[in-house]
């Protein structure tokens, strides 16, 4: 079963930057997509960035210009570089992984079910 820890959240003036990170841990191979979402108060969970293995990306569109997405060089770990933060970012940001290929000593398994991190607070403030 794979884990999802989220890091780098915190407060930030509005204009500032902050990188967000998200490690995925276990038997891992392979990853099919993994993306950042995020849910303000009293909003729907919505989509930020998301990327597939083979570095395919989507953004929504109000982070477009601003955000980056990336994955580390073996693919179970990624980062989402925020810039030019506005108020309207502060929310609860969740790492999300979908298509999960693993790989044993005595096998490989694929979990199509979608994972999520806990969650790290972005607080976009003056």
């Known amino acids: 079963q794979v884990q999802l820890v989220e890091s780098g959240g915190g407060l930030v003036q509005p204009g500032g930057s902050l990188r967000l990170s998200c490690a995925a841990s276990?038997?891992?191979?392979?990853?099919?997509?993994m993306g950042w979402y995020r849910q303000a108060p009293e909003k729907q969970r919505e989509l930020v960035a998301i990327?597939?293995?083979?570095?395919?990306?989507n953004y929504g569109d109000s982070v477009k210009g601003r955000f980056t997405i990336s994955r580390g060089n073996a693919k179970n770990s990624m980062y989402l570089q925020m810039n030019s933060l506005k108020a309207e970012d502060t929310a609860v940001y969740y790492c999300?992984?979908?298509?999960?290929?693993?790989?044993?000593?005595?096998?490989?398994?694929?979990?199509?079910?979608?994972?999520w991190g806990q969650g790290t607070q972005v607080t976009v403030s003056s």
């Open positions: 276990g038997s891992i191979s392979r990853i099919n997509v």
């Open positions: 999300n992984a979908v298509g999960i290929h693993y790989s044993y000593s005595d096998g490989a398994s694929f979990d199509e079910r979608e994972h």
């Open positions: 990327m597939s293995y083979g570095d395919s990306t």
